[in-house]
């Protein structure tokens, strides 16, 4: 394929209503719940693995779909269920991403199968990139790994934050400095398998929205991994470190960056789950809602208002899938296209959600609908895997070619 076609075929087509169906069926039940309790949702997990969604073939599938969309069509379903408890099935797919990007084709084949476990025995993936002083600015990254010839090991040391499933998970891949004099192209990743010891969960944070979803602290003290451990492996990170400190051009692309690159497109369509929620809520709310005699989708005010938020939504939805559809094909971001699908699908959620709040009044802003939860499940959007400030950073920078600050 060397156009893109947005006409979905017959397997996206059962794809989206395979997903759709367990969103209405499954996920929305239980949203409400798992978003009171914050806690990590197992028996939705439990029905998600039973049925095949959640598992190391269905990313896998949906990953290799030579059109690109297969993996937006199953989030913006997942999402529209609600964000939450689609984080909790798909967080442990960014840690995937992440092997994936940076692994061989033995250290995936090794790990990818442990993040997910199978029905009955499940199990997780974390991706371990944020720090407390190192968010946006990944350079700014303090977590150390040393290697250990005498025993073949790397010793890991720091604090990770903000991991989607962080401490709960079996498999870590975390982000390290191998030497700081580097800094971002002297980063690499690694697997942190089952059990090992010094690595241990600390502060779960107590979150504004997608509350059913576990994050927290990783705590890396004196953790030594194996050096089969290594993402990619040391003859390609030592020969990569050699280019770097000679002053040539990286050959690889950021450990963390390159994992992100790979979800943003993803992340879009989940945002753009959220925003359809909650406009469809609203939409049947102002055709059911009469004031002063008559509904109040007849007010231009609110079927106006309705108007820009489809248009938004579609708008969004294009970019996303343009690039997805780039990424499948190999297609180099020349403006940045998967931070534009990113930036737009975020703050569009946003926007959305809390007009929808608006159309609804006071009934918007109670617990009774679920526009409330959507509106605070939204802005996380706009927050993580790069805020809206370093997507139109990387996409000013794109575009100007200049290195702006």
Known sequence: MTTPSFDLDQD?????EWVHTFAADVIRPAASEWDEKEEFPWPVLEEAAKIGLYSLDFFATQSFDETGLGIPVAMEELFWGDAGIGLSIVGTALAAAG???????????????????????????????SEPD??????????RAVYDGATDEWVLNGTKTWATNGGLA??????????PSLRTRGQASFVVPPGTR????GQKFSKHGIRASHTAEVVLDQCRVPGRCLLGGKEKLDARLAKARDGARSGGSNSSMATFERTRPAVGAQAIGIARAAYEVALDYAKTREQFGKAIIE????AFALADMKVSIDASRLLVWRA??????????????????????????????????????GNGFTREYPVERMNRDAKIYTIFEGTSEIQRLVIARAISGAPIR
């Open 12 to 16: 996206h087509l059962d794809l989206r």
């Open 99 to 129: 092997l994936r990007a940076n692994g061989t084709d033995e250290q995936v084949g090794e790990w990818a199968p442990q993040m997910f476990g199978s029905p009955g025995d499940l199990k997780l993936g974390a991706f371990c990139s």
């Open 134 to 143: 190192a968010g946006s600015d990944v350079g700014a990254m303090r977590t």
């Open 170 to 179: 079996d498999i870590h891949v975390v982000t390290a400095v191998v030497d």
């Open 198 to 201: 010094g690595l241990s969960q």
């Open 299 to 302: 007010n231009q005010a609110i």
């Open 324 to 361: 997805a559809w780039m990424a499948s094909q190999g297609k180099r971001f020349e403006n940045a296209e998967g931070s534009m699908s990113k930036l737009f699908a975020g703050e569009t959620a946003v926007k959305v959600t809390t007009q929808a709040m608006q159309i609804l009044g």
